[in-house]
């Protein structure tokens, strides 16, 4: 069985990423360190505790995910459920890899181009902070109703929309996975007829209304599968390595 070092893969995967870049809530990168050698890593969304057990059962060396750990302004203390998350790591030599804005925005592999090639939408300028929102063209004829239709279908859970009308037209979709609902305004702002996310929060409401923009939140978990199974097929080509992406389920 093939197999990688540790730090070849960090280096491959900060020179593909490039999180030096980005002004990031959480550290990106190797968050813990485990065995040298890895030969077999799991991917997933969030490195919550079902997630290490999956990848403890599976035999992983490594698992890599969107969701870390150590977030800014989080309580320090190694206690309760994040002592338990660390023990399981240390205590089996597992690493654990995080990559959060960066594996968003990845032109290629990210969450956005992910969600994107999935909907049937191009990509056509960027907006908002950092650059993390994406604006394009939906397919030719496109309605509130057909682009729910399709994120549904892709997606495996129909989203929560907040439209005049599900006949609207959309000739400009704007989206920005996860939690990115402050990007609305720009979005508005952007030109967008619909702005895709994966949450909502009571403003939003509002906005929609009293601008006519429709917004859809399909789901943090839901719009953000895409990166960590594209990126964990980047290294499975680039090593060889066994990479196995497991699914987790959220309803949020």
């Known amino acids: 069985m093939s197999s990688v070092n540790r730090d070849v893969l960090t280096q491959y995967l900060d020179d593909l990423l490039k999180p030096e870049g980005f002004k990031d809530y959480c550290p990106n990168g190797l968050q813990v360190e485990g065995r040298d050698e890895i030969r077999s890593l799991v991917c997933g969304v969030t490195a919550n505790q079902s997630l290490l057990d999956l990848a403890l059962k599976s035999g992983a060396d490594a698992i890599l995910v969107h969701h870390g750990w150590f977030w800014r302004g989080e309580n320090g203390a190694v206690t ?3 002592r338990n998350r660390l023990k399981t790591l240390l205590a089996n030599d597992i690493n654990l890899y995080a990559y959060h804005l960066p594996l968003d925005a990845h032109p290629v592999l990210g969450n956005n181009a992910g969600l994107a090639k999935a909907a049937g939408w191009q990509q056509t300028g960027l907006f908002g902070e950092q650059n993390l929102g994406c604006i394009g063209t939906p397919e030719a004829g496109s309605t ?4 729910t239709d399709r994120l549904t279908k892709v997606l495996g859970r129909a ?5 005049e009308s599900m006949d609207q037209p959309v000739r400009r979709v704007a989206w920005c996975t996860g939690g990115a609902q402050s990007y609305f305004e ?3 702002q952007a030109g967008a007829d619909v702005f895709v996310t994966g949450e909502v929060s009571e403003p939003m409401v509002h906005l929609a209304r009293e601008t006519g923009v429709a917004y859809v939140a399909a789901g943090h ?3 953000e599968r895409f990166g960590v199974q ?3 097929e980047s290294i499975a080509s680039q090593f060889g390595i066994k990479v196995t992406y497991l699914e987790v389920d959220s309803p949020v």
């Open 144 to 147: 509130i109703k057909t682009l």
């Open 186 to 188: 720009a979005a508005i």
């Open 230 to 232: 594209a990126l964990g």
């Open 221 to 223: 978990h839901a719009t």
């Open 159 to 163: 989203p929560f929309v907040l439209a």
């Open 80 to 82: 309760g459920i994040k």
